[in-house]
């Protein structure tokens, strides 16, 4: 068949690009996964979890939130979540994918501005494209930049309501937003800022709550579920009318099979233990800025907004693949990075690091690399 054909072909170039994905199992240390506390394992979870069994709390929904899905585990986490976040209100997703999906393609009208950052989410950009708003991208954690766009689309006879999308923490840079500098640009131009937490929720901010606490603008969040919460699932936390309406018009919400509500029990289960148990972040932040330190001892050049991320920019597509086989090698699970999930020459490293690897596995992994950026050289 024709269609076979020319996705064989497709694979093969991809191949010969040294772009083809292919599923790989985990092994070694983790260097690689978001789980950022260390919770996919942990004792507490588990406790949780049984605690959940029983209760006699549902392993699924068996249909979406409006039809017979809805669940009090739902209901509780949403409540529970929006005090937590500091919110009027919350939304229980699926998956961050499936809410920004949700978030773009169904708030801004069509005679509204999504102005986003150029390296915010895929989920992001499905959502925009998708939607019906007018798009435009500004350069990155450039709010400068950002104001002259906005600016421009207002003189040019833009009337309608503006929505800056950005990320707190950056998934591939590991770099942080300048969520300061674009509250008070969105309160100048009655905007709403929208932000992706999704790499910060359960590491920065008090409590883990993330980095958009206590800005002055009208925010509307998202926190994902299964990165630094280390259970699965988006919370989309704002005001009560912007909530009210995926519920009334988002596809991804109305449609879509409910998340289970043992999983809700257990998002439950983690944002009590962030509240009561601080050791859980200062551990993190530990980790995370002893990882620093060590990268900048062994000449592994840093990005001053420090985070959990750690990019080593490679360049070349097969030199990338080259280092992560040879850490893999080594014990260190560590993946590489290539577009076009990052820009075209920007192909890295990206080191995580997780609650599942200590301070001796931290020094290690920065003097094998250490080692390889030398023989390389």
Not at 77 to 102: P, S, V, Y
Not at 106 to 118: F, G, R, Y
Request: charged letters at 20%; aromatic letters at 4%; glycine letters at 8%.
């Amino acid at each position: 068949m024709k269609a076979l054909e020319r996705l064989k072909s497709m694979l093969e170039t991809l191949e010969t690009r040294h772009r083809r994905r292919v599923l790989a199992p985990s092994q070694g240390l983790d260097f690689a996964s978001n789980d950022y506390l260390g919770l996919t394992h942990s004792p507490a979870l588990k406790a949780a979890a049984q605690a959940a069994l029983d209760r006699d709390v549902p392993l699924g929904s068996g249909g979406s939130r409006l039809l017979r899905g809805n669940h009090p585990e739902h209901q509780r986490l949403e409540q529970e979540a929006a005090a937590f976040f500091d919110a009027e209100a919350c939304l229980f997703m699926g998956g961050g994918f499936q809410a920004n999906q949700a978030i773009f393609s169904t708030l801004p009208a069509a005679e509204d501005l999504i102005l986003h950052d150029t390296l915010v989410h895929a989920s992001a950009h499905e959502g925009m494209r998708i939607g019906r708003a007018q798009t435009h991208s500004f350069a990155h954690n450039d709010v400068a930049d950002a104001r002259r766009v906005l600016t421009e689309w207002r003189s040019n006879g833009g009337t309608g309501q503006i929505w800056i999308a950005v990320e707190s923490v950056y998934s591939m840079e590991g770099d942080i937003a300048p969520l300061v500098e674009l509250s008070e640009l969105a309160v100048a131009h009655d905007a709403i800022l929208v932000i992706d937490e999704a790499h910060a929720t359960g590491i920065l901010g008090p409590h883990g709550r993330g980095l958009s606490h206590g800005l002055a603008a009208e925010t509307l969040t998202l926190h994902t579920c299964g990165k630094g919460l280390g259970v699965a699932g988006g919370l989309i936390c704002g005001s009560r009318v912007l909530i009210d309406t995926l519920v009334n018009r988002a596809r991804p919400f109305i449609f879509a099979t409910a998340p289970s509500p043992f999983n809700a029990a257990l998002v439950r289960a983690v944002l009590d233990m962030l509240q009561t148990d601080t050791s859980l972040v200062e551990m993190a932040r530990d980790r995370i800025q002893f990882a620093h330190t060590e990268a900048a001892a062994h000449g592994i050049p840093q990005s001053a907004l420090k985070s959990q991320i750690i990019p080593v920019i490679l360049g070349d597509d097969a030199r990338t693949l080259k280092q992560a086989a040879a850490l893999q090698g080594q014990g260190f699970d560590i993946r590489g990075i290539r577009p076009p999930t990052v820009a075209r020459g920007t192909s890295r490293l990206r080191i995580c690091i997780t609650g599942n690897v200590q301070k001796p596995d931290i020094s290690a992994l920065f003097q094998a690399l250490s080692d390889l950026q030398k023989e390389a050289a």
